[in-house]
């Protein structure tokens, strides 16, 4: 366990003082170091869906500029770019972005500019989730949705990996509309606020399914 740590600190300090390619080589050695530190975990007889420990994060860069993980599974675990994360509580976390041999990088469903498709089941009706940063989320519908303060919102209709609640409804005003050289007032738009249900700073392990 000692030997852990120390390959931990010298991959997050050297990486620090060397730049990101060899951050990158580091962190790779890490996480191959770890998943055979903690082989039961990561059996290549099961998938890593099935397997009820998940996958450790081993790296995150929670601010203003990115919300990311890094999970110590890569290619050689089967993961590939676009999968799903969702936490232990089936929770949605995120998408994988970025894949290598050995890491995954996980961008947060509440990164900044991140768009992803939510399910209103009060409704029974898709959205779009935009990213604000900070654990927020936004989405336009139209002004004849009844939604209200404390409605859940899900990644899709399964309801397998729950978004957030609602925090904040607000109204914005209709836009004239310009149709055979007649204006009409086209109809409003409600802006819902979500609370990302995840607690980045808490992950410790997390399910990928394609």
Same mark, same amino acid.
Not at 34 to 41: I, Y
Not at 121 to 127: E, G, Q
């Given at each position: 366990m000692k030997k852990?740590?120390?390959f931990l600190f010298i991959a997050l300090v050297g990486g620090s003082l060397a730049g990101e390619r060899?951050?990158?080589?580091?962190?790779?050695?890490?996480?191959?170091? &770890?998943?055979?530190?903690? *082989?039961?975990?990561?059996?290549? *007889?099961m998938s890593l869906t099935e397997q009820s420990s998940g996958i450790p994060v081993i790296g995150?860069?929670?601010?203003?500029?990115?919300?990311?993980?890094?999970?110590?599974?890569?290619?050689?675990?089967?993961?590939?770019?676009g999968d799903r994360v969702i936490a232990h509580d089936d929770e949605y976390v995120g998408h994988v972005k970025q894949v290598s041999l050995h890491i995954s990088q996980v961008v947060l469903a509440s990164n900044a500019g991140e768009r992803f498709p939510? &399910?209103?089941? /009060?409704? *029974?009706?898709?959205?779009?989730?935009?990213?604000?940063?900070?654990g927020?989320?936004?989405?336009? /519908?139209?002004a004849s949705f009844r939604i209200e303060v404390g409605d859940e919102i &899900?990644?899709?209709?399964?309801?397998?990996?729950?978004?957030?609640?609602?925090? *904040?409804?607000?109204?914005?005003p209709a836009s004239p509309t310009i149709q055979g050289g007649q204006t009409t007032e086209s109809e409003g738009l409600k802006e819902i606020f979500v609370r990302h249900a995840v607690n980045s700073l808490m992950l410790s392990f997390v399910r990928v399914h394609p």
């Open positions: 852990f740590w120390i060899i951050r990158a080589l580091l962190l790779e050695g890490f996480a191959f170091f &770890w998943r055979n530190k903690h *082989s039961p975990v990561f059996s290549r *007889s995150k860069r929670l601010d203003g500029f990115a919300s990311v993980l890094l999970v110590a599974g890569g290619e050689d675990a089967g993961i590939a770019v939510g &399910w209103l089941p /009060v409704l *029974s009706t898709p959205i779009e989730l935009t990213g604000l940063g900070s927020l989320l936004r989405a336009l /519908v139209p &899900w990644y899709d209709a399964r309801l397998d990996a729950f978004v957030g609640d609602v925090i *904040s409804v607000q109204d914005t």
